[in-house]
């Protein structure tokens, strides 16, 4: 599976952002997908999983109820909206492709885009 993310950039602390990663490469829906971030000087973190039908979903703490996750197995497209963004928010956001049900940790995912870089201004 090869994946890309886009949709990163420059924002304004409590705006909003909409991440999309393109998958290709293998049937989509066998695969579920995640999203991690790593900031500058931190190890990378899980952000939010979905399963590969899309009916269930799973967030870090820290962003939950302020992002969603969401795919579109038509499209072969994974999304994660960002809303009421932080400083802390600030990183660089990965996708990930994992053939478990619901995969929380990075190990479990076997496939990786790169990064695309959201900055939050305070």
């Known amino acids: 599976v090869q994946l890309q993310a886009f949709g990163g950039g420059l924002v304004q602390t409590g705006g909003s952002l909409r991440l999309s990663c393109a998958a290709s490469g293998r049937t989509f829906s066998n695969y579920a997908m995640g999203w991690f971030r790593q900031a500058p000087g931190k190890e990378r973190e899980f952000v939010a999983t979905i399963t590969g039908s899309g009916g269930g979903t799973y967030y870090a703490d820290s962003v939950k109820g302020r992002f969603t996750i969401s795919r579109d197995n038509a499209k072969n497209t994974v999304y994660l909206q960002m809303n009421t963004l932080k400083p802390e928010d600030t990183a660089v956001y990965y996708c990930?492709?994992?053939?478990?049900?619901?995969?929380?940790?990075?190990?479990?995912?076997?496939?990786w885009g790169q990064g695309t870089l959201v900055t939050v201004s305070s």
């Open positions: 990930a492709a994992g053939s478990k049900l619901l995969p929380l940790r990075a190990g479990e995912f076997r496939y």
